[in-house]
């Protein structure tokens, strides 16, 4: 008991030293003080390597940039305010693009100086957006903001539960409608973003969330013995690859997510299945007994993946289990999760920060090796890292205070 | 120059048991006797992992079956003949998907019966369409497919030169009308294709096959040093990662069909600048010094790259390599050539082909071991092996016909 209190204790000194110069990093390299916005393609020295700026990324870091301002005392510095202000002025500027019909959607990427580049024919750049936009006016009090974003919130679920033809993807015989892990996995995210201490939003909402969470366990297959990343809309599993598919990390980051769910709801149901099915399976199934660390992609059937980068080690997979852990830990306090917990703290702290310039490296070979050098990318942005040292540090905290 | 011709008839004697080999394995795994056309996901040791059928990979399996019957006599097989009819008359049935206009696009993925999954905004499906048709035609005699054939060429030549708005890619602000080498390198390919052994059609399409050609030595850039896959439609460098952008394997393919083009027009500069900046140029920055392959992608000033599998060893950028070092030592004589050509050949049949199997692994990573061990996927099918196997055997016949 006393053994793990240190234990505990030093993991969060070396967290939250983490944390703290991770914003260092990307307060220093990542801002466009000419065109607003923020750089997100960033050497591993911190030099901006394109000049590109990906929404999903601009949204994100405007999100992360309030959410710390907003819930981190250290991080209640001016400087990260107008950071963020002038993230989400650009995003409202620039991001959205004018669509048929009276339709808003975001581009995926835009120039410098905020003319799109590309749009995706999917929800996620809204998504970004809705998050940024809600966070954003949490923190400035800024009531239209706020209406905007549940505005666009709108949007998403008429897209996603009534008509997706405003997200211009042809209809094909041939390409049936799936029901594709991230997509309840965001709403689900929203939903607790935008309900967040309003009642009222809560209530809206729940419908929703409740909807997600359905949604989301429909990704439980082969009698409960696997998450696959795509599903058919009546559940059932899809034909060949994709419907072989997963990606062990997103599953862990759904287990927190459903995690989170299961605490406001008061549900030890949805906690059970959360633990189980999205926290368990995924590290037992995931987990590289050969070199260590979370694989990308895996085929349910042993099959070879047909993404080339399948069995490459990412930095966020290892973000989101840190957190599903830790958490599923700090709601039950069984030993084995806390176990698995420092199993991937090991390999993820021996393996991605960059000791030399801060920050951590994303990509490793299976081997452990860092293979794609940059600190950021068209998508590793200042999210997945702080997001996951943040919410690491806030559950030590309660943890050790538990202890005292 | 005993010595030589001794190694090259081994060379020989060993790609045509290759070639011999390569096919036995499509003949045997990939026919869908039921649906018509061809699997092409197909495992290690020749399971169907994945029903799909890839239109790139369809045309191009009837293209190379049409190649092999009509120019190789050992090939000349009612059952090569007859797969690549059924396979023709899969793709006739149903690849072409009907578009906006009286325009057809082909759908780049098919389910096994046949119904669209995907269509791309791009040119490529109905390149390898074309292909198909016109070999097929050449093989069988059908006039109305050959006409097919230069049908579809026409709405292409329209598409890359008049109006594009037909492919279906929204305009958008920032995204501003590039030259990918992929593009000039197809048209320049179905130019050779549509005009062998045809004055007519060859006088019709000259004034496109200079174009290309033209097209494709635009990309070569920083003052002579480097191919870059993406240039402005003026012919200048591009800003950021896209305009950096280095696929050696892809130069080197545009290598050799420059070199076709010099040989047929009889032109010795296309001929110097083919070998000098399109083949020499991509080994000597492609090369890894330190394990040996040509790396897939690089950034011209050294960053690295954004496409996570740049430093993997894949199959075709070698097989390209191959047939433009033995092309370029065929016409030149230049003893470096043909050193190089040996040095790409170990490296190849010492890491891609799978002897317990058959068939050719098609993705290692960057030390060389084999990340992904099926033979068939969704871009990998029956074409760069035997086309590079076929051409090597072919230029080796003429090389050793010569020293006799």
Redesign the interface.
Known sequence: ENMSVVKLEECRQHIRAQLDSVVEFWLKYSHDTEHGGFFT?I??DGKV????KYVWLQGRQVWMYCRLYRSVDRFRRPEILEAAKAGGAFLRKFAR?SNSGNQWKC?F???RDG?????QRTIFSECFYVMAMDELSRVTGDEEMQLEAEQMMEQLIYWVREDSSGLGR?Q????VPTNSMAVPMMLLCLVQQLSEGRLETGRKYAELGSWCVSQIQQHIQRDGTAILENVSLAGAEL???LGRLQNPGHALEAGWFLLQYAAQNHNKEIQRTAIEKFVQLPYESGWDEEYGGLFYFLDVDG????Q?????KLWWPHSEALVAFLMAYSQTKQPKLLERFFKVYEYTFSHFPDSNSGEWFG?L??EGKV????KG??FKGFFHVPRCLYMCESILDDLLAEKD
Chains 1, 2 share one sequence.
Do not use: I, N
């Not at 003319?115 to 749009?119: F, G, H, L, S």
């Not at 293979?371 to 940059?374: R, V, Y």
């Open positions: 393609c050497g591993r390597y394109d000049e590109l693009v581009a990427c835009l120039t003319k799109p580049t590309k749009v042809p094909l015989p041939g390409d034909p060949g690859c099959h070879c993946p047909t080339l980068e399948w069995s490459m990509y070979t299976q293979a794609l050098d940059f990318g068209p």
